[in-house]
């Protein structure tokens, strides 16, 4: 099916490993964007695109980085994961600027030990 | 950037419109109100949004009021599904691109 998928729905890893949550999508949509929501709380944006090859911070990128040489494809990479960045991440894309509507993936859920 | 205030939580009754207040007193004039909401631990899901006009669609009615400063999103008859967490967002225009800044928003309980 067409949408918006995310890989794995579920991670758990250790402190100081590298991981890397994978998102696609089938729309080839302009933007797409990295959220993520701890126990209780809001989405807090991560890194944001608007383009392959064009990336930019959001609220908490630190320890994250981020790619994006295809358009449909939207890595992010825990580089060294901590015990603060278990949580639950969702990816997301609109069309572009005439796009309102934000799509959701169904979110990984990662536990760092 | 534009913040949003919404108060945490909110009961509403079966079948009764749903009110849901929010507060974005420092949009700029070329900032949209958004809103989503998030069932469980679901993605968010898109309901409505508008810039200066109220908006109605077949989810919901949004009403922006003259100043721009708020809005409150109503739900004409809350159904028990319609309990979840709802997010009002100002979207954000920077650089080219566009950012979603979500807050914590209201959890609304539909009692049967």
Excluded at chain 1, 46 to 61: C, F, H, L, R, W
Excluded at chain 2, 104 to 112: C, I, P, Q, Y
């Amino acid at each position: 099916d067409a949408g918006i998928t995310q890989s794995p729905r579920y991670k758990i890893t250790e402190t100081g490993r590298q991981v890397t949550l994978m998102c696609h999508q089938t729309w080839s949509h302009s933007y797409m964007f990295w959220y993520r929501q701890d126990l209780g709380h809001g989405l807090r944006l991560i890194y944001y695109s608007a383009a392959a090859d064009i990336t930019d911070k959001g609220e908490v990128p630190d320890g994250y980085v981020v790619s994006r040489s295809k358009t449909e494809n939207f890595p992010l990479t825990l580089e060294s994961a901590t015990r603060s960045q278990t949580s639950v991440y969702f990816c997301a894309s609109i069309p572009g600027q005439g796009g309102y509507e934000q799509y959701f993936g169904p979110g990984t859920r990662l536990t760092v030990t | 950037d534009a913040k949003t205030t919404q108060p945490t939580s909110m009961d509403c009754a079966e079948g009764r419109a749903a009110n849901l207040p929010c507060n974005h007193s420092t949009i700029s004039g070329n900032e949209y109100v958004y809103w989503y909401r998030q069932i469980h631990s679901q993605g968010p899901q898109y309901i409505i949004h508008g810039l200066k006009n109220n908006e109605t669609n077949e989810m919901a009615s949004l009403i922006i009021t003259e100043d721009r400063k708020s809005s409150t999103l109503i739900l004409p008859h809350a159904t028990l599904r319609d309990t979840a967490v709802y997010y009002c967002i100002v979207r954000v225009v920077g650089s080219g691109t566009y950012k979603y800044i979500f807050g914590t928003g209201t959890r609304l309980k539909v009692l049967a």
